[in-house]
């Protein structure tokens, strides 16, 4: 009834835009303080102001992937390059570690004016996905992660949680690279090929497929099938509800 083959024992879910409405928040985020960055670069340069696409240039850079390789790759594409900054950045500094900051505390602050909102597919399916008895991991490049699951109704559904606090600590890759989505197979005590991935950035289907995962689900919230599947997603749905009965 789960839409999976008969050899899936596991299942690992990006958060943002799979099982949360905060892939729009992130994109807004993003926007806001890219867009800040850029018109002071343009007056202090004399250049002309080009806005962040808070549609394209999200998803070809910044979508999926840890906040610092996310800032770095926008950057890379306008041909800006700053200093990479310590742990010890303010968000008011111009540097790699500096803007990743700025940017999420402007997350942070959308996240406590709006709240969060779950898909309900989502919910349902992780429900019906936990009642199957299959093992269960987030796996997310985000730093607040488990707030998120918190506010959204999701704390409890899951077995295991890779995030960017746990892939700081453990040194793990971001996605494209399969690193987080492996180490959400070991919390779980399986292999890949025991394992789905779902997930919504075009970042996170080529991890999924670079892992050698059993199933790789591309969730479609944006009008991008043909990109998800190009970049490595085995199936494309709108909804995870509907993966029910497939």
Not at 84 to 106: C, H, Q, W, Y
């Amino acid at each position: 009834m789960l839409g999976l083959p008969d050899k899936i024992r596991g299942c690992l879910f990006d958060l943002d835009g799979v099982l949360t409405r905060t892939a729009t928040v992130h994109a807004a985020a993003w926007k806001e303080m890219f867009d800040a960055f850029l018109k002071q670069r343009a007056e202090q340069t004399h250049t002309a102001f080009v806005p962040f696409d808070k549609v394209d240039d999200y998803d070809t850079y910044v979508d999926g992937k840890p906040r610092a390789d996310g800032t770095r790759s926008f950057l890379a594409s306008r041909g800006i390059e700053l200093p990479e900054g310590t742990a010890s950045d303010t968000p008011d500094m111009n540097t790699v570690e500096g803007l990743g900051l700025r940017k999420n505390d402007i997350v942070l602050r959308m996240i406590r004016q709006d709240g969060v909102e779950p898909y309900e597919g989502s919910m349902r399916y992780v429900r019906a996905v936990r009642d199957a008895g299959l093992g269960r991991a987030v796996v997310s490049s985000s730093t607040n992660c488990q707030d998120v699951l918190v506010a959204a109704g999701f704390d409890g559904l899951f077995d295991a949680r890779i995030d960017g606090i746990v892939a700081q600590r453990q040194h793990l890759h971001g996605k494209p690279a399969p690193d987080t989505y492996l180490a959400g197979a070991r919390a779980l005590g399986l292999e890949p090929a025991e394992c789905a991935v779902y997930e919504d950035a075009l970042a996170g289907v080529e991890s999924g497929r670079a892992g050698g995962f059993g199933l790789v689900v591309g969730v479609d919230r944006v009008g991008q099938a043909d990109a998800l599947r190009a970049h490595g997603a085995d199936v494309v749905v709108t909804d995870l509800a509907e993966l029910f009965g497939r």
